[in-house]
């Protein structure tokens, strides 16, 4: 394996269009690691991809990624049903894991993941773009300062119009989508990132949740067909988050919602503070943070110091890009410090899929539902809804 001063050597499963904007990019631009493979199963996407980041060793099976020696890292950016298996597969091969959200749709399996890797000493981290960029890391940073004091309230969106329009083709839900019940999307999909920085602004335990999920627009071209059919999935959702110390929580997520991307803002309320986080790309500009305090109670907005930033960066480049190299050169970092740091890995992914398995079941229940699930249910009998 990799010592201090070497190059990571990265193999890339997945060579879609979230590798395109974001992984690819990521990795060539930090030189403490090089992608020596490229992995999909589908033969022109793999080798447009190639083309463009110019890798050589393009294949269509991961498998023989695990067996190279060259390897550290095994980097997961397929369709969702495909991560956890190679997720497994890449940690039982003694491999470093970054896999793209969820690992499973099952926090239990998360967690299986996430002992693996900490019982052979491995690396993971999970796609939360968000917690990356650099104005949430500044935010978080000024939180640690006492900035905000006691936290009070937490306020979370994930909000934009990216499937506003039926005729946007979607790829069908691995959850039935097309019966009674509304199956998980948005709030696992697109709400995970803002459930992350939750938990890692407030820092304290949850404790109960409630909330519920919507089906606004019925008919959709499904992707795999090129039909127009009823998907009974959630595209809104709302909930409320009691945290221990008496800390209140919201959390909204929709990709029905009119606006840009990302569409993400996070506001953390103290009772010294309050920090707000907006991370939308607005007059060529995709992140700003705002903060006040008690004494100055107008919001203004603070310049973001650079070193938040990978090098070179700035506010005015596309953010998808942006917020994944700080991601990616935050964990070739802690792969390479040798040390325990492991910002955002799957033991957090585990705990942010635990909040969604809550949500839904208190949806489900139509109730609150404690937390955390696993105190409840006991050995393998925890209640989670809709046929995980
Ligand atoms: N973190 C974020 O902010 C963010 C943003 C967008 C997408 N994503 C996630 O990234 C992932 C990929 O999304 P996308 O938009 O690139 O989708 P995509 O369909 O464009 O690309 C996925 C690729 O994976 C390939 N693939 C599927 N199963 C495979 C397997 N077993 N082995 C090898 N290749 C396989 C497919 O052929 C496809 O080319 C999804 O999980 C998505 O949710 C995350």
Not at 94 to 109: A, M, N
Not at 283 to 311: D, K, M, N, W, Y
């Amino acid at each position: 394996m990799t010592h201090l001063n070497e190059t990571l050597g990265v193999a890339v499963i997945g060579a879609g269009r979230w590798a395109r904007k974001a992984h690819l990019p990521a990795w060539r631009r930090d030189r403490r690691a090089r992608v020596l493979r490229l992995v999909d199963t589908d033969e022109p996407v793999l080798a447009e991809s190639g083309r463009l980041f110019e890798v050589e060793d393009l294949a269509t099976d991961y498998r023989e990624a695990l067996d190279d020696p060259r390897i550290d890292v095994i980097d997961v950016v397929t369709s969702n049903r495909a991560h956890f298996e190679i997720a497994w597969a890449g940690l039982e091969a003694g491999k470093h894991v970054l896999c793209e959200k969820p690992v499973h749709h099952d926090f239990r399996q998360t967690q299986r993941a996430a002992d693996l890797a900490k019982a052979k000493g491995l690396k993971t981290k999970l796609g939360f773009t968000f917690r990356y960029a650099p104005a949430t890391l500044y935010a978080k940073d000024l939180i640690d300062q006492g900035f905000v004091g006691e936290p009070y309230v937490f306020n979370g969106y994930e909000q934009n119009s990216q499937w506003i329009d039926p005729s946007t083709p979607m790829r069908q839900v691995p959850q039935d989508g097309s019966g009674d019940e509304i199956a998980v999307s948005s709030i696992e999909g697109y709400g995970a990132p803002i459930i992350d920085i939750m938990h890692w602004w407030v820092g304290r335990p949850l404790e109960a949740v409630v909330g519920t999920m919507r089906n606004l627009v019925p008919v959709r071209m499904v992707r795999d067909t090129a039909r127009m059919e009823r998907l009974n999935i959630d595209d809104a959702d709302m909930w409320i988050c009691e945290l221990s110390s008496g800390v209140l929580a919201s959390i909204q997520s929709s990709y029905v919602t009119v606006g840009n991307y990302p569409g993400v803002e996070a506001r953390l309320y103290g009772s010294e503070g309050a920090v707000i986080v907006r991370l939308v790309e607005e007059r060529g500009v995709c992140q700003t943070l705002h903060t006040a305090t008690r004494q100055e109670v107008e919001f203004t907005e603070r310049s973001i110091p650079q070193r938040f930033f990978p090098e070179g960066g700035s506010s005015r480049e596309p953010w998808d890009s942006l917020f994944y190299s700080n991601l990616v050169a935050d964990f070739i970092s802690e792969i390479l410090s040798g040390s325990a740091d492991n910002q955002g890995d799957f033991q957090q992914g585990a705990l942010v899929q635990e909040t969604i398995n809550a949500f839904e079941a208190s949806y489900r229940s139509r109730s609150w539902v404690d937390f955390p699930l696993r105190q409840r249910g006991g050995a393998g009998g925890t209640p989670l809804a809709g046929g995980m």
